[in-house]
């Protein structure tokens, strides 16, 4: 992929549709059409559940090579059965000696690495904390993979092409990131808070690290994947935090008509999809996506209805501000211990 102009997209800069010609309909197979990934390898968190899963038979369907590192490796096993070219590998992004350890592994095959897909999140889960005392969500959805993408560093360079993609959220517009107090040590502790920095978190992360890595060839992408129906990530999320959003009745069954409304696996896997080999995102980066094209920036124009899950949607300024992205890079080394190489 040869690099022709390149800017980032500090402040949102870049951050309008392209028009790709997808849409929320659009399924995973079909924004990959055409596309060969042969020669290619990927790593994939979460790989063996949900959208990770289809992401994960996408590439190889494509003729990748894919790593799926495991926090669960009897339930990867099973989920990714039969399925050729996947190694699986055991990693827990809550330990970071573990992350570490997945990393000198994969850095010890010489292989490059073309795809890192930071799919992997928990949601809405109750207060809990790593060993550092990190909370969870954080510690999850932004650090372990903050971590994990400078320990490939050097197998993503090797690569001359490569992408990072980092599946965010709609959630992202529930929080700001709290730098005074991110790990919920001196404030009141609120689930939907914690979700929301985290993936605002995703979004800064991806702006930074595409403004670091362009020049050495890796370009980074966020992403809201839809509201999709048969996902377990809000598997331990209490049943009022979906009737307060609408979503369901009393008894907690989800209403029908926003249950129709909701993507399928397929399709809430096609914007990760997208952004990882679509040749029309060629020469950009730190682009926020969602249905299969770099998502519009919502400055307060866009109306949000809950129980249409489809008017979710837009990129929060916040969440691309160039001045939190650098705060939040600095505040990611300090806390991981961690620091990328200059090039």
Known sequence: MEQVTISGNYNGALQQPIQSGFTAYSTAAEVIEGIDLSGKTAVVTGGYAGIGLETVKTFVEAGAKVVVPARDINKAVKNLEGLPNVTIEKMDLMNPDSIDAFAEKFLLTGSPLHLLINNAGIMWVPLQRDARGYESQLATNHLGHFQLTQRLWPALKKAGSAR???????????APFNFEDPNFEHRDYDTLSGYGQSKTANNLFTIELDRRGKNV??????????????????????????QQMGTHDANGNIYPEVASKLKTIAQGASTTVWCATSPQLANLGGLYCENADVAELDEGNIQQNYDDPLTLRGVQPYSLDAENAKRLWKLSEELTGLQFAAN
């Open 217 to 242: 060839g890796v370009r980074a992408f966020s992403l809201h994947p839809g509201s999709v129906n048969g996902t377990d990530l809000g598997r331990v999320a209490p049943i009022e935090l979906f």
């Open 164 to 174: 990072v993609v980092n599946v965010s959220s709609y959630g992202h517009q529930m």
